[in-house]
């Protein structure tokens, strides 16, 4: 299994809770990002474009834990930039394990083998290891070679001491389904917990716009990727979610499900869109005209099949109708099954 009980009962009894109480919009998973600094310049990236003068700023760790108490997610993803640049933190991490939440550090892992004893095993902690392929293929991905066996290097050592690893990949345009596939079979010997796996995300400032997937070409990849997948693939995300990325189920857009804070606010209205900032979470919730943004409702949202959006949409149809829970035991037990 891909995530620990104890989370899964965490997030299931949350999310129920939110449905009793009625709560039209919840966050499922907050967004953290403290730092856009990188020491990558990945070509489908836009956060490094920024100017010196906005890398250079970062979030304290007070206002990230006021960030997680006012949004009330359980669980927390803190991407970048490269997290592990901030000097503080293991200080922000430590406090957000103090409140009980599952948090995902994700990190490119250049870093971690030299910074991994800043932190300690917990399963409220886990490594999010980005690895977008293969060696030839990751290392392409991040425009460096020797980044894919660092990251090897460093999973081992976290997986020695303890702590819960996973990994994170982004598959473009390009993408091969044969060597992912192949990919998907290294990283289950190697002994991650989980993967996650998302289309790549058009962000305006990236210098490749070339490499992005159209929804067509998403379904088309995701159906040959994951159809046939063998048992011992283990996928840390929603069942549902990756039949939604197969074309096998439709869904709209929830941005508020994975709200993101940063350095400017809190973002409106998602981690990929940025049509301004709020100045608090309730702020963010009812200032948003939410209606403008989806498939079918803004152009910028319609190759748009991301986790970020997504993932949400997913979790609230297991829990919205019996259907969707039906829906989910089955794709969890029976992968396969058409």
């Known amino acids: 299994m891909a995530v620990p009980l104890s989370q899964m009962f965490t997030v299931a009894s949350y999310v129920i809770l939110q449905k009793l109480k009625q709560v039209p919009r919840y966050p499922l998973v907050l967004m953290l990002e403290p730092i856009f600094r990188c020491n990558l310049a990945c070509a489908g990236c836009g956060k490094i474009q920024y100017p010196d003068h906005v890398l250079d700023r970062r979030l304290t760790p007070e206002q990230c834990w006021a960030a997680a108490d006012e949004c009330g997610a359980p669980i927390i993803s803190i991407p970048g930039g490269e997290p592990l640049i901030h000097p503080e933190m293991p200080e922000i991490v430590r406090g957000l394990v103090r409140r009980k939440k599952y948090v995902y550090l994700c990190t490119n892992a250049l870093l971690l083998e030299r910074k991994i004893d800043d932190y300690a095993p917990s399963k409220y902690l886990t490594f999010s290891i980005h690895m977008d392929g293969l060696r030839e293929e990751h290392d392409l991905a991040v425009c460096r070679d020797g980044v894919f ?139 948003t005209d939410w209606e403008r943004y989806g498939v079918g409702r803004n152009d910028k949202c319609k190759d748009c099949m991301v986790h970020c959006g997504y993932e949400a949409s997913a979790v609230e149809d297991t829990f919205g109708s019996w259907a969707g829970f039906v829906g989910t035991v089955r794709a969890t037990l029976f992968p396969n099954a058409t």
């Open 149 to 287: 066996d660092a990251a090897l290097r460093a999973i081992r050592i976290a997986l020695r001491k303890g702590f819960r690893v996973t990994t994170n990949t982004t598959l473009f345009n390009d993408a091969d389904p044969v060597r992912v596939r192949a990919f998907f079979d290294e990283m289950m010997e190697l002994g991650v917990e989980g993967m996650m796996v998302s289309p790549g995300y058009s962000y305006d400032k990236a210098p490749d716009q070339q490499g992005f997937l159209t929804r067509h070409r998403t379904q088309q990849l995701f159906a040959r990727v994951l159809t046939d997948r063998k048992r011992r693939w283990r996928f840390n995300q929603s069942p549902l979610f990756l039949e939604f990325l197969m074309g096998k189920r439709e869904y709209q857009c929830t941005p508020w499900g994975n709200p993101t804070y940063n350095i400017f606010g809190w973002q409106k209205p998602c981690y990929l869109l940025q049509d301004g900032y709020a100045g608090s979470f309730q702020a963010l919730l009812d200032e």
